[in-house]
């Protein structure tokens, strides 16, 4: 008599369902991540099946970020993502409320001219002098996003002469800057090789980037770059009545009209 599944598809259901339907049961049953998951080939017996179909089931799982391909050795459990949410908090503030442990190591330090980029960004001048500080950041000890971060030394002379401060929020709250609201820009990229050592990231080079200018009452008083693994890290943005935009955009100015 032939092997039964447990599977279920939806009724009707293409074949690479039913496929899909039993690796989504056997993860959530019996496998944990790092596993491997059947082979294709071993999954065309099964089922009976084209090797196309179960790659088809694959695939879509690999997409949803259930499963994780590594180059020559097969289909495995991934990790599960960290689902953040965007808010004006920082990155360890942001993992205490999600129950997990954060840590923060810093690679780098320094006090220099903010060039063009930076200064644009906070609304200072190029030559100004920034607080400049690089850190990775982790939960539960798991690398997590690589974080830049610009201060305009002019609001915090001080701010580096004990070393990088557990919070730059916090530090400058300390210092009469509480930030109060930001602007951030996210955009899907590849981590650079350096990012995909620091990151400890083997079998793919997907990241999110996202761009942050903080503001406090008095201005811009952080400009941020991070870096977070595509593989461990989604985004969750809460959506609300639409209002108008915090900084409006000037007007077009019309063109003059000539007359005779």
């Known amino acids: 008599m032939a092997a039964t599944t447990q599977a279920r598809a939806p009724k009707g259901g293409h074949k690479h369902q039913i496929v899909r339907a039993y690796l989504s049961d056997l993860i959530a049953n019996e496998l944990s991540v790092g596993d491997a998951v059947p082979s294709e080939r071993v999954l065309t017996e099964k089922f009976g099946v084209s090797r196309m179909t179960v790659r ?43 129950g997990m442990s954060p840590s923060t190591q810093v690679i780098d330090s320094d006090t220099l001219p903010a060039g063009r980029v930076v200064a644009e960004a906070l609304g200072i001048a190029p030559e100004d002098l920034v607080h400049y500080v690089e850190r990775l950041r982790c939960a539960d000890g798991t690398p997590m996003a690589v974080e830049r971060a610009w201060v305009p030394a002019a609001l915090a002379p001080d701010l580096l002469d004990d070393g990088v401060p557990d919070s730059l929020y916090g530090a400058l709250r300390e210092r009469g800057h509480s930030p109060t609201w930001g602007e951030d820009t996210i955009m899907a990229a590849e981590a650079s090789a350096t990012e995909q050592s620091i990151l400890a990231m083997t079998s793919m080079r997907a990241v999110l980037r996202a761009h942050r200018k903080t503001y406090a009452d008095d201005g811009a008083c952080m400009y941020s770059q991070m870096c977070y693994r595509g593989d461990r890290y989604s985004v969750v943005v809460p959506l609300r009545e639409a209002r108008p935009t915090i900084v409006p955009r000037p007007a077009p100015v019309p063109e003059a009209v000539e007359t005779a």
């Open 56 to 98: 088809q089931a694959l695939d879509a799982l690999v997409a949803d970020g259930v499963l994780q391909r590594e180059q020559g050795r097969g289909t495995f459990v991934a990790p599960q993502h960290t689902d953040f949410e965007m808010r004006l908090t920082t990155f360890g503030e942001e993992a205490r409320r999600l």
